[in-house]
C-alpha cells in the first residue's frame, strides 16, 4: 500500500535559532575559512579574503559571523608572526620561525574548513582576538 504524495510532509526548515548552522551557512563558514589560502597567490589574501566573506554575511549569518572573525584574527595574528620572523631572520631563527609558522597555519586552516564544514564551532589555538 503507497502513500498518497499529498499526505507525506516534508522535513522542517532549519530552524535559525536552534543552534545548529544549516548547510549554506556552514558552506559559508568553510569559505571564510579556505579564503585564507589566498594568501599565497595575492598579497595580504589571507587577511583580505575572510574579511570579504566576514563583511558580507556577518549580519544574516551567526555562525558565518562567528567563524568569520576567528579566521579573521587568526590570519591578523599569523602575519604579525610571519613579520616578526621576517626580521628575525637576519638573526637566523627567523627562517626556521618562518617554516614553523608556515606549516602551522596551513595545518590549522585545513582543520578549521573541515569543522566547519562539520557545522562545529572551531577556535585557533594561540590567537590575538583583535576583531571582537
Known sequence: MSVPPESVTPPPPSNPG?????????????????????????PFGTIIGPLVIWLIKKETMPFVNDQGKEALNFNITVAIAMIVSWILCFILIGFVLLAVVGIGWLVLVIIATIRANEGTTYRYPFTLRLVK
Open 18 to 42: 536552534s543552534g545548529v548552522p544549516s548547510a549554506e551557512e556552514r558552506q559559508w563558514a568553510l569559505f571564510a575559512h579556505l579564503s585564507a589560502l589566498c594568501g599565497l597567490v595575492i
